[in-house]
């Protein structure tokens, strides 16, 4: 039976009316219509964040003593979902500024780290970064190759990050690197790197599928000097420290997943309206009507997941198991119905002049980024079985 504090409530707060009124009116104007200009470009639209940055976006999590918007992840699920219902792209690039270089340091920062980084990332003046994922490790965190080495008052950062969201324009980065043995959970430590730090540079920037107008690239460290004031924490806590600002991370795609699926059904529903065959809607064949029926009920029970987990987090009770059912459910719904989708649209659904083509490709990264969906289950399942 579920306690009282962690049962789930679907009542939309007076915040998130707010945010989700304001994304939409946003996204219509400084979104909508450059997206696929971005997407084809591969561009990401720096300035667009530092609007968003302006409205309180890109620091959603963090208090006002910092410059943020000091709401909770009930808000920041809302905001997230909605920016991605139009552009997963966007979406995704501001999930990875806010749940893990921003609430990062939030979580783990000294005074001083915070009073220094967090307002500039809650503004937009500058975005974040996050490095844990490598080359030759991905899921296997434990095995990282960067290391960091103790010169005196310094750590000497040797190795490559890939796959890195803003990994070449981020102004600033938590990189967690090795500092004891292989595989020693308690062996990486979490630093704070800034762009023009010597020895950081960013390394090859991806060409995906997806997500195409949120940067994705390499950063290299080659003998980067970082002062011990830089770390996060004691010597040691950064990877049990990566475990639970993923906890969070997870949330953001599971919103994001969300929205990206919403976009899709809302967009195939409208079609299916429109469309007319034999004299008639395609909305009215049956066919149709349960693909979209089952669309909309997979979309409800991501959003309750999600919901469940985000209030959890905003009660600070555990979340591990919650978040990651939250994450897994809600990315592969976002490809289900985002696949449903271009089959309502037919051979127009395959093409770029309807939306529903950018919507499949986006919603395909979210079964894999932030941890994969068997990595998922094998979360979900050791919470389980413990």
């Known amino acids: 039976m579920i306690e009282a504090e962690q049962q789930v409530s679907m009542?939309?707060?007076?915040?998130?009316?707010?945010?989700?009124?304001?994304?939409?009116?946003?996204?219509?104007?400084?979104?909508?219509?450059?997206?696929?200009?971005?997407?084809?470009a591969q561009e990401f639209p720096v300035d667009l964040f530092r609007q968003m940055g302006d409205l309180g976006l890109m620091g959603v999590l963090v208090p006002h003593e910092y410059g943020g918007s000091g709401f909770g992840y009930m808000e920041y699920v809302t905001a997230v979902s909605e920016v991605a219902r139009i552009d997963g792209s966007i979406g995704l690039s501001l999930a990875a500024h806010n749940s893990l270089c921003t609430n990062h340091i939030l979580?783990?920062?000294?005074?001083?780290?915070k009073k220094r980084y967090l307002p500039k990332?809650?503004?937009g003046e500058w975005i974040g970064a996050w490095g844990l994922?490598?080359?030759?490790?991905?899921?296997?965190?434990?095995?990282?190759?960067?290391?960091?080495?103790r010169e005196g008052e310094y750590y000497v950062l040797n190795g490559t990050k890939n796959?890195?969201?803003?990994?070449k324009t981020g102004q600033v980065a938590v990189v967690i690197a090795r500092t004891g043995k292989p595989g020693d959970s308690h062996g990486m430590s979490a630093f704070i790197v800034e762009r023009g730090t010597p020895g950081f540079s960013a390394g090859k920037k991806e060409n995906k599928l997806g997500m195409r107008a949120s940067e994705t690239a390499e950063m290299i460290f080659s003998d980067c000097k970082v002062h011990e004031s830089?770390?996060?924490?004691?010597?040691?806590?950064?990877?049990?420290q990566s475990l639970k600002v993923l906890d969070g991370g997870r949330i953001s795609i599971a919103a994001l997943s969300l929205g990206i699926a919403q976009g899709a059904f809302d967009a195939a529903l409208s079609y299916s309206k429109e469309r007319h065959q034999f004299n008639k809607p395609i909305s009215s064949f049956q066919g149709i009507s349960?693909?979209?029926?089952?669309?909309?009920?997979?979309?409800?029970?991501?959003?309750?997941?999600?919901?469940?987990?985000?209030?959890?987090?905003?009660?600070?009770?555990p979340v591990t198991k919650e978040s990651a059912m939250a994450k897994l459910y809600a990315s592969e719904t976002a490809v289900e119905v985002a696949n449903e989708a271009v089959q309502i649209f037919g051979g127009y659904g395959y093409t770029k002049d309807f939306p529903v083509e950018k919507y499949y490709r986006d919603a395909?990264?979210?079964?894999?980024?932030?941890?994969?969906?068997?990595?998922?289950?094998?979360?979900?399942?050791?919470?389980?079985?413990?």
């Open 107 to 113: 979580e783990f920062a000294s005074e001083s780290q």
């Open 121 to 123: 990332l809650a503004s």
């Open 163 to 167: 796959f890195i969201t803003h990994g």
């Open 133 to 149: 994922t490598e080359p030759n490790t991905g899921s296997d965190a434990g095995n990282m190759r960067t290391v960091a080495t």
């Open 230 to 240: 830089q770390r996060m924490g004691e010597e040691g806590d950064g990877f049990i």
């Open 364 to 386: 395909k990264l979210c079964t894999i980024g932030e941890g994969t969906s068997e990595i998922q289950k094998l979360v979900i399942s050791r919470s389980l079985l413990k």
């Open 290 to 317: 349960f693909k979209l029926a089952d669309m909309a009920t997979r979309i409800e029970a991501a959003k309750m997941l999600i919901y469940r987990a985000a209030q959890l987090k905003d009660n600070h009770l």
């Open 11 to 40: 009542e939309v707060t007076e915040g998130q009316r707010m945010i989700a009124q304001m994304v939409r009116d946003f996204g219509d104007k400084e979104i909508r219509p450059f997206m696929m200009k971005w997407d084809e």
